[in-house]
């Protein structure tokens, strides 16, 4: 059985990730609410928020994680090549709010989305308040592709991405691998495996390593 949360229970009462179910995989906990408080407890013990619209909020802990180690990432020759000559330019919170509402539209491939109205104000608060930060890639003025999530100290917890050119996402997540946010990132989080990501260089690590790995940077982060 998993964990029923209530709106007005204490943001950081959720259950240990190892109650996750087998089936569907990673399945934590249900309902409670997007506060900023409840989002940074939950990311700080390797939960995150995914539902559908009409559901409660369902809250995730796989195991195995998918996760990108920055050194392991792929620099494909279209992407090196990309980067080289068409005219990218990266940024960090340039525009927040658009790459967020460019993740939120429909697709070709899923017209529907996961970011619903109540996850769209979380994540701009989480960003109001310094925790949530894009990675952008624009050029002539428009904004082109880029990812948003989650960072605390250095382990970035990915959301989402977007591209309305070939390359676009790969170089912002490129520039995030490259530069950070105010310092080198040690993990990216990617919670679910991807033929995307894989290209690009993620894998699955066990649940226990991912958690293990998320504590000790945080730790390293307030010595």
């Given at each position: 059985m998993i964990a029923w949360l209530a709106p007005g229970d204490p943001p950081d009462n959720f259950p240990p990730v190892e109650r996750a179910l087998r089936e569907p995989p990673g399945l934590l906990a249900a309902g409670g609410d997007l506060s900023s408080a409840r989002l940074i407890a939950a990311y700080r013990r390797g939960i995150f928020p995914w539902y559908s619209p009409g559901q409660p909020v369902l809250w995730w802990s796989p195991d195995p994680r998918e996760v990108l180690f920055p050194e392991e990432f792929h620099r494909s020759r279209s992407l090196v090549r990309s980067l080289r000559t068409r005219g990218f330019e990266y940024h960090l919170d340039r525009n927040f709010e658009a790459v967020l509402r460019a993740c939120a539209a429909p697709r070709s491939?899923?017209?529907g989305t996961w970011i619903t109205p109540e996850m769209h104000a979380a994540y701009l608060e989480l960003h109001r308040r310094g925790f949530a930060h894009s990675a952008e890639i624009w050029r002539d003025g428009e904004l082109l592709g880029g990812v948003y999530g989650v960072q605390l100290g250095r382990v970035y917890f990915g959301?989402?991405?977007?591209?309305?050119?070939?390359?676009a996402s790969k170089a912002a997540l490129e520039g995030l691998v490259r530069g950070g946010l105010g310092g080198?990132?040690?993990?990216?989080?990617?919670?679910?495996?991807?033929p995307h990501l894989r290209s690009l260089g993620s894998r699955a690590i066990p649940r226990s390593e991912f958690v293990a790995r998320l504590t000790a940077a945080l730790q390293l982060d307030q010595s």
């Open positions: 491939h899923s017209p959301e989402s991405m977007f591209s309305l050119e070939a390359d080198p990132l040690s993990l990216i989080d990617c919670q679910m495996p991807s």
